[in-house]
């Protein structure tokens, strides 16, 4: 693609590229709590109290999964723009999915098959990639934003691999961030 068919796309629940977009899926996990948190409104990532690990998926992107974007397209920028609203100065990587998920899931889903035997995700290139896409420390509140080019190229050239991400705490303290049914 060159600079005179460039176009740009945005995703949001509810209002981009629509108002019947519907395809953001988001959750959080957590081991000691044997709720699915499907409607929150908030996303926890913290390694104690728990694990808390989130998981985002933005679906219907590409031509071939319901969404604009053709498929194969070059993919010049990507950018996911999240909403901290609280952070303890933690770093937090974001791993993509190897494998399809719900927002219903629980902690101990991941711990049967077609999963690991351990619970939680496991970043070990069988659940979840051991290299993270962006790996942040957000030391403020509000709006943040992440590069996501490259794996959204990656999944502009085989939209089937697209299954999200897990987000994971590298080292304990807590970041917390809107979800796709937040403000």
């Known amino acids: 693609t060159n600079a ?3 176009v740009e796309v945005k995703f949001q ?26 409607s929150a409104v908030a996303l926890t990532v913290d390694i104690s109290p728990g694990p ?17 974007i053709p498929n194969g397209s070059t993919i ?21 999915l190897l494998g399809t998920w719900a927002d219903t899931d629980l902690y101990s889903t991941f711990g ?6 351990t619970t939680g995700i496991q970043v070990d290139n069988v659940e979840a990639s051991t290299t993270p896409d962006a790996s942040r ?10 590069d996501v080019t490259a794996r959204v190229q990656a999944w502009a050239n085989n939209p089937t691999s697209n299954f999200g991400w897990v987000v994971n705490e590298t080292a304990d303290d807590s970041t917390v961030f ?6």
């Open 4 to 6: 005179v068919n460039a």
């Open 13 to 38: 629940q509810g209002v981009f590229p629509s108002a019947g977009y519907a395809g953001a899926v988001d959750t959080y996990i957590h081991a000691t709590d044997l709720t699915s948190h499907a």
């Open 52 to 68: 808390q690990q989130a998981l985002l998926k933005f679906g219907a992107l590409f031509v071939s999964e319901g969404g604009p």
């Open 76 to 96: 010049t920028a990507a950018t996911l723009q999240v909403n901290i609203s609280n952070t303890t100065a933690s770093t937090i990587g974001f791993h993509p």
């Open 112 to 117: 049967s098959a077609p999963w690991n035997a």
């Open 137 to 146: 420390t957000f030391g403020a509140t509000g709006l943040q934003t992440v």
């Open 178 to 183: 809107d979800s796709s049914n937040g403000a």
